[in-house]
T-cell receptor, first 113, second 113 residues
């Protein structure tokens, strides 16, 4: 499976600040890029997703920015809240999903009150 | 509507034993994918089932197998357990194979001693 590299591993942000998590990929066959949020003891939950024909997608406080030429995408969490404290995973899927979702290693986000 | 249900939530097995995990997808979803989550390797795709057929498989040894029933429920089996098989096993369901929305269950925490 092709890798998806995610950074940083951990992130501490003050309440009300902007949290930014970055991912980079190599496989140009990837055609779908979701972000998942996982709380301790729970399975990952789909947060927001983007396709490579769009450079940005916003849903509430969550925004994905996508740079196809650089093969990078990022998650921005605006007005970060303590309830956003969780582990975030970026992922990618090649056309048809033959190899399932390829996940980044995750970012442990802590929002300090 | 009910989410993805995985049973059991926790399992402790001895090295060399075999184990069967169960996943009931969201009603109406016909595709079930399995993932292994470990601190070191992160989330890795195991296999996907659709219409009772294995559609594709990740890079795991033959000790890992699965099946899907006519009601879309799925089981995965791991034979000859090794210590390294200790992980959180997650099941994800979607309407069709690797649809753009995959919903994860809470997982089964397997500990091999």
């Amino acid at each position: 499976q092709q890798q998806v590299k995610q950074s940083p591993q951990s992130l501490i942000v003050q309440k009300g600040g902007i949290s930014i998590i970055n991912c980079a990929y190599e496989n140009t066959a990837f055609d779908y890029f979701p972000w998942y949020q996982q709380f301790p003891g729970k399975g990952p939950a789909l947060l927001i997703a983007i396709r490579p024909d769009v450079s940005e997608k916003k849903e509430g406080r969550f925004t994905i920015s996508f740079n196809k030429s650089a093969k990078q995408f990022s998650l921005h969490i605006m007005d970060s809240q303590p309830g956003d404290s969780a582990t975030y995973f970026c992922a990618a899927r090649a056309g048809g999903g033959a190899d399932g979702l390829t996940f980044g290693k995750g970012t442990h986000l802590i929002i300090q009150p | 509507k009910a989410g993805v249900t995985q049973t059991p939530r926790y399992l402790i097995k001895t090295r060399g034993q075999q184990v069967t995990l169960s996943c009931s997808p969201i009603s109406g979803h016909r595709s079930v994918s399995w993932y292994q989550q470990t601190p070191g390797q992160g989330l890795q795709f195991l296999f996907e089932y659709f219409s009772e057929t294995q559609r594709n498989k990740g890079n795991f040894p033959g000790r890992f197998s699965g099946r899907q029933f006519s009601n879309s429920r799925s089981e995965m089996n791991v034979s000859t357990l090794e210590l390294g098989d200790s992980a959180l096993y997650l099941c994800a369901s979607s309407l069709v194979p690797m649809n753009t929305e995959a919903f994860f269950g809470q997982g089964t925490r397997l500990t091999v001693v």
